[in-house]
């Protein structure tokens, strides 16, 4: 059975910094694309990041460009998103998703055909 799943969410102040899992059951991330998203109430899914597992390719929105870091543990089975520098409007629920497989990184969500249940982060003083 695919399964993903996301931890690492919480509450963070302004300027600080967390790091999400995206952990995979079922299946090897090797040949898939992995990509960050999220939603904040009221608003659309946003794509945030993603990861060719095949090549290392990577992608990130504008929005998160210099501040969110994707990286990968093949061991692990796991995919990472280190984001730094947060603000209060990165406050969503934050999901990762899977494509493929040989798919490559894109950060639109109706490619994806797994999706995780979401972790929240609320960034607030």
């Known amino acids: 059975q695919v399964q993903l799943v996301e931890s690492g969410g919480g509450l963070v102040q302004p300027g600080g910094s967390l790091r999400l899992s995206c952990a995979a059951s079922?299946?090897?991330?090797?040949?898939?694309?992995i990509g960050w998203f999220r939603q904040a109430p009221g608003k659309e899914r946003e794509g945030l990041s993603c990861i060719k597992n095949s090549d290392g390719t990577t992608s990130y929105a504008d929005s998160v460009k210099g501040r969110f870091t994707i990286s990968r543990d093949k061991a692990k089975n796991t995919v990472y998103l280190q984001m730094n520098s947060l603000k209060p409007e990165d406050t969503a629920v934050y999901y990762c998703?899977?494509?493929?497989?040989?798919?490559?990184?894109?950060?639109?969500?109706?490619?994806?055909?797994?999706w995780g249940q979401g972790t929240q982060v609320t960034v607030s003083s």
């Open positions: 079922g299946f090897t991330l090797d040949y898939y694309a």
């Open positions: 998703a899977a494509d493929g497989p040989w798919s490559d990184c894109t950060l639109r969500a109706p490619r994806y055909d797994y």
